[in-house]
């Protein structure tokens, strides 16, 4: 059963979403009390599924026409490999580990 995007960012939230008094270094070396891990919240098949589906329906909604599909990060990477299996569409990585 496909979850809504509502459902879908609910379930998210409760898996992956933390908070705490002390900041969390970020990898970027930023501090925010807020961290996602979607690594966690994306690691069952079934959620990195119906991310995969949001964003195809997302897409098609935004674009009369999507060649390519591009992730970056850890979680962004495999999300990506997500979208252009179901798709048939071509990806590309993209690594930026820069701090601006």
Known sequence: MEQGLEEFAGALTASAVSCQEEPYELRAGDLSHWYVDCRKGLSGGSQMAQAADLIVNRADQ???RWDMVAGSGV???GLAVAVAIKTGKPM???NDNKRD
């Open 92 to 94: 590309i990585l993209a």
């Open 75 to 77: 979680a962004g990477r």
């Open 62 to 64: 935004l674009c009369d």
